[in-house]
């Protein structure tokens, strides 16, 4: 490779891991609204698909490494992701050991980050030999997803019986677009749905507080207190092999494995499953949260890498839950991206290993470093200076933006449309995966009547 | 003075008022959506102000929105 596209790579993988330690310490931030909306940007702006990659995969390993953070310090999840660790973390807040969890979870997702890209290279080139198969068949594989990831979901009945009512929205609106003249017959829609549906959860929040009596309706609700534990300072740059016990490196390095393999799966799902599998046998419960703890960090991690790189590696179509959401822009952000072109088809396989190794090496030693050493210092920043509203106005206007790049004003109202009825969709129990799942499959699904 | 009594609302995880939400949600969109119009030039420009634009208004709203958080220090020994 080129030693410019190299330095590229660096100062891309430090801008990724700068940025993505702030945001993944803000508490409450959804994986998919705030990896997805940049990454895309950044696709649009035309930055080369080395640049894109190293970001996105830096981004990825610092925002994991940091939205434990708040688990820790004030027991707040970070992200989605982390939520499923705050028991375990409060378990060892009460055994008076807070700084406990910040090591052992950030030493769980350096072992998940090292098992999970030389994995995903072997699995990745084991699927490459059916890759033109899969790939004719997309239509059907995106529609069997929605399938099975409706009946994962918490509302299987509704899940199910959305899957081509939603498509036909999605592909209505298309079509509307190609009638009135307002996008060209050779371009579809993509990113603004997306984002519409990944929005969908705050809009209808925010319609429904419109509603006066709606919000008299809800208990009072004052400041959220957050109480952050001074502990001392620790120096050097600990070896995230020596803060685990053999036992926690080695439940969190075959987590991290299931994980891998199970990348077409939702990582939430696996890390509660494989997390409390593999330590629901330990009966001491500081060693037992410990464990716990280390486990599920690996494998969000893994997960999170492996559902990214495997399907880049063997199809550059967007073959699991990570693909179709956070790292959708990787796969697709017409024009730049489309899935017959994208990182899969500009890139060598052993080019997307040296770029992730790169990226993630970067982000684990800027990131590793500077949550050891500043964790506290980080939180307090954050939650004094950065206010969530602030958060949701950026995300808003990213969104608005965007549609009205993809179809002009028409669309700021149909990307509206569409995240009202996710947002409903999401509040009676269907899954993201699900409709994003059928925002692939809609032209060929609905193609069929 | 009357904010204090007013009740926040939980919106994607955290606490917020509804009226500094609007605020900031109103500068951002109009930022981002107002600099992605007015750009001048070709392709990536507009989307570029737009982005600029964006991150802007999330520094003015950061700057004139207070976070509705309480931190509360607790000295440990060790």
Redesign the interface.
């Known amino acids: 490779m080129d030693p410019v596209i190299i330095v590229q790579i660096i100062i891309a993988s430090i801008l990724g891991a700068g940025l993505y330690t702030l945001i993944g310490i803000a508490p409450g931030t959804d994986e998919t609204a705030v990896l997805a909306p940049v990454t895309i940007a950044l696709v649009l702006l035309g930055f080369s698909p080395y640049v894109i990659l190293a970001f996105f995969i830096s981004a990825i390993v610092a925002k994991k490494l940091t939205d434990s953070i708040p688990v820790a310090v004030a027991g707040i999840p970070g992200g989605v992701m982390s939520a499923p660790m705050v028991e375990h973390a409060m378990t060892l807040k009460e055994h008076g050991l807070p700084d406990h969890s910040i090591k052992k979870m950030s030493s769980g997702s350096v072992i998940g980050t090292l098992v999970a890209i030389p994995l995903s290279f072997i699995v990745g080139s084991l699927i490459i030999p059916y890759a033109d198969t899969i790939s004719e068949h997309s239509g059907l594989i995106f529609t069997l997803g929605a399938v099975l990831l409706a009946l994962l979901a918490k509302n299987k009945l509704l899940s199910l019986l959305i899957i081509i009512p939603f498509g036909i929205l999605l592909q209505g609106l298309q079509h509307l677009y190609w009638g009135l003249d307002v996008i060209p017959e050779d371009t579809s829609i993509f990113v603004s749905f997306f984002l519409g549906i990944t929005i969908g959860p705050i809009v209808i929040s925010l319609i429904e507080l419109i509603d006066k009596n709606h919000r008299d309706s809800l208990p009072f609700l004052g400041k959220k207190e957050i109480q952050i534990k001074n502990t001392k300072k620790e120096k050097g740059l600990p070896n995230p092999i020596k803060i685990l016990d053999k036992h926690e490196t080695g439940s969190s390095a075959f987590g991290s494995i299931i994980g891998t393999f199970t990348f077409f799966l939702t990582p939430v799902g696996m890390t509660v499953f494989i997390g409390e599998f593999m330590t629901r046998h330990v009966k001491d419960p500081v060693k037992r949260a410990s464990r716990a703890l280390a486990t599920m960090d690996g494998v969000t991690n893994a997960s999170y890498i492996s559902g990214t790189l495997i399907p880049l590696i063997a199809i550059g179509l967007p073959m699991s839950p990570m693909a179709i959401g956070p790292a959708a822009g990787l796969f697709n952000a017409p024009p730049e991206f489309t899935p017959e072109h994208n990182i899969h088809h500009l890139l060598t396989p052993v080019e997307m290993l040296t770029v992730s190794v790169i990226g993630a090496g970067v982000a684990l030693l800027i990131t590793y470093y500077i949550i050891i050493r500043y964790a506290q210092n980080i939180v307090r920043f954050v939650f004094k200076h950065i206010p969530h509203e602030a958060l949701i106005g950026l995300f808003s206007g990213l969104v608005v933006m965007l549609a009205f790049m993809d179809a002009g004003l028409l669309n700021i109202f149909g990307t509206l449309l569409v995240a009202l009825v996710a947002g409903l969709l999401y509040k009676n129990g269907v899954n993201y995966g699900v409709m994003f799942m059928v925002l692939y499959a809609a032209p060929w699904l609905l193609g069929l009547f | 003075m009357s904010e204090e009594n007013k009740?926040?609302?939980?919106?994607?995880?955290?606490?917020?008022?509804?009226k500094?939400?609007l605020?900031?949600?109103?500068?951002?969109?109009?930022?981002?959506?107002g600099?992605?119009?007015i750009a001048p030039g070709e392709d990536?420009q507009?989307?570029?102000a737009?982005?600029v634009?964006?991150?802007i208004?999330?520094i003015i709203?950061?700057i004139i929105?207070?976070?509705?958080?309480?931190?509360?220090?607790?000295?440990?020994e060790?």
Do not use: H, Q
């Open positions: 009740s926040l609302f939980d919106i994607w995880g955290d606490n917020v008022n509804l500094d939400l605020i900031a949600m109103l500068i951002c969109i109009g930022m981002t959506l600099g992605y119009v990536p507009p989307l570029i737009g982005l634009g964006g991150v208004g999330f709203s950061s929105i207070k976070p509705k958080r309480e931190i509360n220090d607790i000295e440990e060790s």
